[in-house]
């Protein structure tokens, strides 16, 4: 290592912490091609498959063999080349299934130990990564997904996003942090970038320098959700894009040198945050960077929530993007070589993921729109899908995930469709489901949050969902509130459908669920449920 450990002799370590003292995660990718790759899943030793998040891999549910893994992809820019191989990885290993994430990765299922060697040579050969899309270390970069072509960003972030991802990719001094750690860049005007979850986020600003408008960035901190939910906090920070690397470089020094190592579920860098204060957060981040500018004007107006779907103009004049619903983020490699046969045909042959587990394909002269929707990849893939199919984000959940506790993505598809069926509304609620307080499905931002549980019957134990209503990001952010009263699996679409037609026939004009939410207050929604439930 080029750095100090200097928590190395802190008497309380984590066990986590003492394994990575040992050997560096970063290791274990060699030991994976050139050992157990040939010696088979048989001689992987516990605490190597702890490391395997280094490479981005986990063992999936139920730990017979099989493995999970994510492939890194900055602010969601792929080449239709890329996605190809993308495609091929999950046709020929993963049982030709393929999720698309909160974090705008692509993530597999179904892996073997010994297919590790040749899905590693794949994706280097694309120029694409799963390296650190786990672990305790920068993960991916996350950003606006219609960067350069998007009529509402300040500037285009692909080159940024770019340099963070070359120099913290692999990058030994920050490859041991106390936890993930997440980024954010964006400079859209409606926070496509989900900011406020993300341990780092820049975003859109301007700030009058020697009498000269400059368009730079915001800078926010420890933010993330889990368990104990916290939004990220503003720096009197104006960060000019050149400013952007050495202040991520900065805030990534101050988290694995003062972040904490005793204990797990208190080792991501908002406790310290929260603890340290802003001021003296900025005073020590000012160490390591210099003098940095105050704050500028923010430039955010409000919060897309990274949906787009539809046909949408671009900023290039006679080119349009077109925003594709993928039902609960999953689709086949069939579907995904598709889009990218499309993309080649009829655009530059380019995909854009989202945060919202959704796919764009971008750079279609507008003469040629109708045309490519005529394929019938867009019968499931819409441009144009109902109304709460398009707004519902599901995490893994028991099916692969080891720490879901309840089945998601199907039953927050079938819930979806079910409210398709019986709840009429001109306006987008968004309804996420987790099944563990790790919340990759991001529950605590949408405007109805699903958390699996597990309730007692007479006839055993059942899944069933704690429900929070209220939660946006951007101005005027707030996590959900959850209401008291937990809901079996089979009922959760019978009393969202409720909790709607309550919204539906109470809310004033162009009322949003959670502007709703707020005028009424949680009580009103806490009330309605208790009734329904009884």
């Known amino acids: 290592m080029a750095y100090e450990a200097i928590w190395a002799n802190q008497p ?54 099989f493995f999970m893994m994510r492939v890194r992809i900055p602010s969601g820019r792929i080449t239709a080349e890329q996605a ?15 999720d698309v994430t909160t974090r705008q990765a692509i993530q597999y299922h179904w892996l073997q130990i010994e297919q590790f060697p040749d899905i590693f040579k794949r994706l280097e ?69 989900n900011a406020e979850i993300n341990d780092l986020a820049f975003t859109p600003a301007t700030k009058v320098i020697d009498g000269e408008e400059v368009v730079g960035f915001h800078v926010w901190v420890g933010g993330g959700l889990s368990a104990r939910p916290q939004l990220a906090k503003p720096l009197d920070v104006f960060a000019r894009p050149e400013d952007v690397l050495k202040i991520a470089i900065g805030v990534t020094t101050i988290f694995r040198d003062f972040g904490y ?57 006679g080119l349009s993007y077109v925003g594709l619903n993928v039902p609960i983020g999953r689709l086949s490699g069939e579907e995904f070589a598709e889009l990218a046969r499309l993309s080649k045909q009829y655009g530059n042959g380019e995909l854009r993921t989202t945060m919202s587990q959704n796919i764009i394909i971008p750079n279609i002269p507008n003469e040629k729109i109708e045309e490519m929707l005529k394929a019938p990849v867009f019968e499931r893939i819409s441009p144009n899908p109902k109304r709460f199919m398009s707004r519902t984000i599901s995490c893994t959940g028991n099916e692969f995930c080891n720490l879901a506790i309840v089945e998601t993505k199907e039953r927050a598809r079938m819930i979806a469709e079910y409210l398709d069926d019986h709840v009429e509304l001109d306006t987008p609620v968004r309804i996420h489901f987790i099944g563990c307080p790790n919340s990759c499905g991001q529950k605590h931002v949408a405007d109805i949050g699903l958390q699996g549980a597990l309730i007692r019957t007479p006839d055993g134990v059942i899944d069933a969902f704690d429900i929070a209503v209220g939660g946006t990001l951007g101005p005027n952010a707030q996590l959900n509130t959850a209401l008291k009263g937990r809901v079996k699996g089979d009922d959760v679409g019978p009393v969202l459908a409720q909790l709607l037609l309550f919204y539906k026939e109470n809310r004033s004009d162009e009322e949003t669920f959670t502007q709703f939410v707020n005028r009424v207050g949680v009580q009103a929604f806490q009330e309605k449920l208790t009734q329904i439930i009884a």
Not at 156 to 163: L, S
Not at 174 to 186: D, I, Q, T
Request: net charge neutral.
């Open 125 to 193: 050969s694309a120029g694409l990564y799963s390296f650190e899309a786990c672990g305790d270390c920068p993960r991916t970069v996350v950003g606006n997904p219609l960067a350069g072509i998007d009529p509402d960003e300040l500037m285009d972030t692909t080159p940024i996003v770019e340099e963070l991802n070359r120099f913290f990719l692999l990058n030994r001094d920050f490859s041991n942090l106390p936890r993930k750690y997440k980024m954010s860049v964006s400079s859209n005007i409606y926070n496509s970038a």
């Open 84 to 98: 190809e191989v993308l495609a091929g990885i999950a046709r020929d290993y993963g049982r030709n299934l393929m």
């Open 261 to 317: 190592r005793e204990k797990r579920h208190h080792a991501r860098l908002k406790f310290l945050v929260a603890d340290w204060g802003t001021e003296k957060f900025l005073e020590q981040l000012k160490t390591y960077t210099g003098d940095l500018l105050p704050r500028g004007e923010d430039r955010i107006v409000g919060w897309n929530a990274a949906y787009f779907d539809g046909v949408h103009p671009q900023k290039q004049a």
């Open 12 to 65: 309380k370590l984590n066990d986590v912490e003492l394994l990575k003292l040992k050997k560096d995660g970063l290791d274990v990718i060699r030991t994976i091609i050139e050992k157990y790759a040939k010696e088979g899943y048989a001689s992987i030793p516990d605490d190597e498959k702890n490391r395997f998040k280094w490479a981005g891999v986990y063992e999936q549910r139920p730990k017979d063999g």
